[in-house]
């Protein structure tokens, strides 16, 4: 196979990106908390695609501002949102390092659920001062199989609720225990509301 060279006066010769591949994450939606108690990604409403259109779908939250010191956690639904119960089993690690660099560490965090179907946390208590919030992600793998259960995988990051600022990574993980297909996602607080953005992508070919 030919070793091709481009040199600057190729590269700024090309007049087209046509023929370029397009990235492979899509934006589907965003939704936008306003001292909201939840936020929903429904399945063929406002124009949300959470189907067998990607295999894997990405979950982005910035700036998750709660109005109490409490977890943020998410349900999932099987049936278009009329319920949000589904069965979970998850597990979450968490490290931590205070601003004044006096306490850190990792352990275990005894927030998990074993077939559960309550909300599953994926962090932990957030500050409410006015320059606190969380940020970070969530996968969720294939939520359209009728053949298997749905894994998941979050990583957040908050400045922590405690007597002194901490910096505060959760990674938690588990599975939707259902072979139905997941058709709708719902965040929330475990209790009050919250402010922030989250956005909902599609990851094709992969």
């Known amino acids: 196979m030919a070793l091709v060279k481009y040199n600057n ?11 370029f591949p397009a ?28 189907d067998n259109t990607y295999p894997i779908y990405l979950f ?5 501002h709660p109005s109490a010191h409490i977890e943020f956690a998410f349900n999932a639904s099987i049936d278009t949102g009329s ?14 390092h ?15 659920l074993a077939n559960g179907t309550g909300v599953a946390r994926i962090s932990g208590d ?15 793998f294939n939520p359209s199989s009728t053949t298997f ?4 995988m979050a990583d957040t990051q908050r400045m922590d609720y405690s007597s002194q600022g901490y910096t505060n990574r959760w ?15 719902q965040f929330s607080m475990v209790s009050g509301t919250f402010d922030g953005l989250i956005k909902l992508y599609g990851i094709k070919d992969s």
């Open 149 to 152: 259960i749905k894994h998941f």
């Open 9 to 19: 006066n190729s590269i700024s010769s090309v007049t087209s990106g046509a023929s």
């Open 171 to 185: 990674l938690s993980s588990g599975y939707i225990n259902s072979t139905s297909a997941v058709d709708a996602i």
């Open 60 to 64: 982005k939250f910035i700036n998750i």
């Open 98 to 112: 205070a601003e004044n660099g006096a306490s850190s560490g990792i352990s275990y965090i005894d927030e998990d």
């Open 126 to 140: 957030t500050y409410t001062d006015n320059d606190s919030s969380m940020s970070g992600e969530m996968y969720l």
């Open 83 to 96: 319920n949000y119960n589904v069965a979970k089993t998850t597990t979450t690690v968490a490290n931590w």
């Open 23 to 50: 990235g492979a994450m899509t934006l589907i939606k965003t939704l936008t908390a306003s001292s909201s108690s939840t936020l929903s990604f429904v399945d063929g409403s406002s124009d949300v695609v959470l």
